[in-house]
């Protein structure tokens, strides 16, 4: 008789099959603390960063991965409507679409414009343009094309305000700073004021040195979005900015003090990626005091005076004469219009998602198009296939772009009317109600093509504006005798 009876066998194999196991956990506890250690020790805090540190190297030095990421914002790409293309140089949109040029006439942007890069040429692609090489700008062009959190602040250190560089950007001192310089430097000649800056877009600009925390330092979004928090518009995909209003709002809404961490995933990009007017005339603002949407922002322009009390304009086309308004990418406030920010997602989802590397979950510093990234930029909330998902996204930006192409062709034919109709005698003061249709008709055209999604960001909304753009040029071709 075998001495490994049934039962002694059925104890002999649970005992190997316990031990296994046994091994198993332990050798895997033994993985998960390292990688838990690993994680913890993810900054090396080779370097001390304080709030006089610009250079992004030397965050790179504690933070290397994200700095990797950041750097390859070099890396050219493109998509059907994203990108600037993969050749050394950037794709015109006015070779692209000749249409544009009749539509800015006049304007520095019929001279130069072109598809934007990655967040690595911003300095570089402003210094190059022939709208700073071939016409007088100002300092305040800066604002979003370059680390200017420090340089503001030395600025403003010089122009007299209290206190040192060590001060917390969140203190008193530092904040006067910060504002005295932004002041100082927007009104310097562009060729001045890009002395004071070395660097694009910088980890300090979007992180606090101590802790690391997201943080807002651009002063044109923070005089902006406390204009914003003071209107009556409702602002549901930014709680914070209610729950401001139902206090006692002893001091301006602050989106570094009241902000969540998952509004600032937003307002960071903010900063740079809005409307704006950046020009001789007045500092650099955001024209939020009535809300985002395309028609509050029209009526806050149309109200604002120049210091010589003439109504605000862009530019006067050079083809009719009306005084009109250009719209620089509004990606702020076409997403806030959109279903996506009302669902609580944020710029930061999309552009930046969450990559492994090893144990560690990394934000992607390579901010770029999410249509190269479907997988961490969309899947992680859309069960759907990624080919379903980027024919979702296809759809919505060729029905954009063709009611686009609309749009353009009623304004051109507009202009031309309006040309032939001067030819003819008629007078600018005979014009005038044509000129502001026009002025209606470009301000939401260009609202559009200006933003930078093709729609995607708020399709509905950017359906809705281009309609209002072809009835605004039929109609002042209607009104034309
Ligand atoms: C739900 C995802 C999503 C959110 C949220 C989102 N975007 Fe986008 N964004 C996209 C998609 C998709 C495109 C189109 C990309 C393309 O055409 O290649 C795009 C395009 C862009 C582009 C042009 C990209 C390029 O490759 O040229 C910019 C700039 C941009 N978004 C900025 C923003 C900003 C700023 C916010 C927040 C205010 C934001 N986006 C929120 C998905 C998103
Ligand atoms: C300091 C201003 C600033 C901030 C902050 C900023 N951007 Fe940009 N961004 C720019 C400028 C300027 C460009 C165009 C650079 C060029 O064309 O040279 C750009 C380009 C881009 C592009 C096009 C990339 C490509 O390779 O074509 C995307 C996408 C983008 N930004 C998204 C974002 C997102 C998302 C955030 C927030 C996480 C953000 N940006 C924050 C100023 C900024
Ligand atoms: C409020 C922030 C902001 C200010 C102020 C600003 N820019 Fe930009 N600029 C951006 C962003 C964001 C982009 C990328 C999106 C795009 O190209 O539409 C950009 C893109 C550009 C580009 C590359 C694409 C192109 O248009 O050829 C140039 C050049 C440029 N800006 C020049 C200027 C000049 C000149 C000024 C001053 C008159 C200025 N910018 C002021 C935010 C700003
Ligand atoms: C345009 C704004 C912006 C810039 C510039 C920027 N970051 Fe970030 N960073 C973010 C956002 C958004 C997150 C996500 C934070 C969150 O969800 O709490 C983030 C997260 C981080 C984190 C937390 C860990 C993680 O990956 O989520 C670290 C560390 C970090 N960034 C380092 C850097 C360094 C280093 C630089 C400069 C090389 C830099 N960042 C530049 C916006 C920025
Ligand atoms: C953090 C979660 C999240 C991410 C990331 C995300 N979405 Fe969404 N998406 C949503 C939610 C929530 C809705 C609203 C749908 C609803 O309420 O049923 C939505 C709606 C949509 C819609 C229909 C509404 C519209 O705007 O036309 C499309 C298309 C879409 N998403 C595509 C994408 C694509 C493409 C990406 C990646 C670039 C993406 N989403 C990333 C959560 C997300």
Redesign the pocket.
Known sequence: MSLLTRPVLRSVLIAVVAAGCTALVMALSANVSERQAEAKTSNFNVVPLTEATVDSAEWGKNFPRQFDGYQRTAERYSTRFGGSGSEGMAVSRLTEDPRLVDIFAGYAFSIDFNQRQGHAYMLDDQRATKRVTERPQPGACLHCHASTTVAYREAGLKQGATGTMADPLQSAPAREQLMKGFEAVGKLPYAEATKLVQHPVSCIDCHDPAGMGLRVTKPGFLVGVAALARSDEPTPHLPSIEKWRKGNRARDYEPNLDASRQELRSMVCGQCHVEYYCGPKMTLTYPWGKGLKVEQIEATWNETKFPDGHRFFDWKHEKTGAEVLKAQHPEFEMWSQ???AR???SCA??HM?YVREGAMKVSSHHVRS??LD?TR??Q???RFPEAE??S??SI?QERTHALMGRAEDALVQLIKAIEAAKKNGLTDEQLGPVFELQRKAQWRLDFVNAENSMG?H??QEAARILAESIDYSRQGELALP
């Open positions: 959109g279903l996506h669902s609580g997602v989802d999309c998602p999410p249509l479907v930029s969309c992680t909330c859309h998902l980027l979702r996204v919505i995607f708020a399709s």
